[in-house]
């Protein structure tokens, strides 16, 4: 007689996580730059999707501020926003204002602070630099999609960065749902950054820039049960800051390569009529 298992049963056997990867691998990345390239008013833009997050930026400027309190003498000031689509959320569709609600504000914050770590302000002063962040659909992982959307968006604009600025989330969950069998698992999706067994999940969200090795944010506030558990967390995330950080890489070669094709071929056709 034969028996049927069931999909969860043969993840936990295989020691795969609830949507077949390994502990250690990320979701898969597609890399979209230059959607918007069409508007003038945008200088920059891509479309990453990270697993089922997706997420749009745009990028303006470096442009004149609007008020004289605002310059800064010495650099360029950030200007990040951070939006929700209402149908981005499985659970929540209502429209959530992105200048009142609590969560989005500290994503803009996060984001903020990790691009002037990023950009070589000191190029542009008295100026600012708008960024526009939209989640299209959030499937965990959100503000790491959104920092990895901002970087290609402002290497599509053409603004000098130091390094890229990659990000990856870690948490120290179960693989089969008991808590009896912690693992330490890179680029969290949804159900992985719910509460388990009545905890919340551990989830360290970390950006980096992966050529210099530096750790430009780092945040946990779920209860860690020892260093030793914060070691091996911020490790896994760090390396899947690196694994990202080849998949951006690509897409701004293939971007780079396809410009350049394009503005040659132009070439050609104004030598022709010239």
Do not use: W
């Not at 945008?42 to 609007?66: N, Q």
């Amino acid at each position: 007689m034969a028996t049927s298992i069931r999909r969860t049963d043969l993840l936990s056997l295989s020691n795969l996580r609830n949507d077949g990867r390994r502990p250690n691998e990320i979701r898969r990345m597609r890399i979209q730059m230059g959607p918007l390239s069409a508007s003038a008013s945008v200088g920059g833009s891509a479309l990453v999707e990270m697993g089922l997050t997706t997420v749009l930026a745009a990028v303006r400027g470096p442009l004149e501020c609007v008020r004289r309190s605002d310059e800064l003498l010495d650099r360029a000031m950030v200007d990040v926003t951070v939006k929700m689509a209402p149908f981005a959320s499985s659970t929540d569709r209502r429209f959530i204002n992105p200048n009142t609600d609590r969560r989005l504000i500290e994503a803009s914050y996060v984001i903020q602070q990790v691009m002037e770590a990023t950009i070589l302000l000191h190029l542009y002063p008295r100026s600012r630099i708008e960024i526009t962040v939209l989640v299209l659909a959030d499937d965990g992982s959100r503000l790491c999609a959104a920092i990895n959307t901002a970087t290609l968006a402002l290497q599509d604009a053409g603004i000098p960065m130091k390094d890229f600025a990659c990000a990856c989330s870690a948490g120290y969950a179960s693989i089969d749902g008991s808590s009896n069998d912690d693992t330490t698992l890179v680029d969290l999706n949804r159900r992985e950054e719910s509460a388990t067994g009545g905890q919340p999940a551990v989830q360290l969200p970390c950006a980096m820039l992966p050529q210099r090795g530096t750790v430009v944010y780092a945040q946990c506030e779920a209860r860690l049960p020892n260093y030793t558990a914060l070691e091996q967390v911020l490790e896994a995330a760090m390396e899947g800051c690196r694994a990202v950080f080849e998949v951006m890489q690509a897409a701004v070669r293939d971007r780079a390569v396809s410009v350049l094709a394009m503005n040659r071929g132009q070439t050609k056709m104004v030598e022709l009529f010239s």
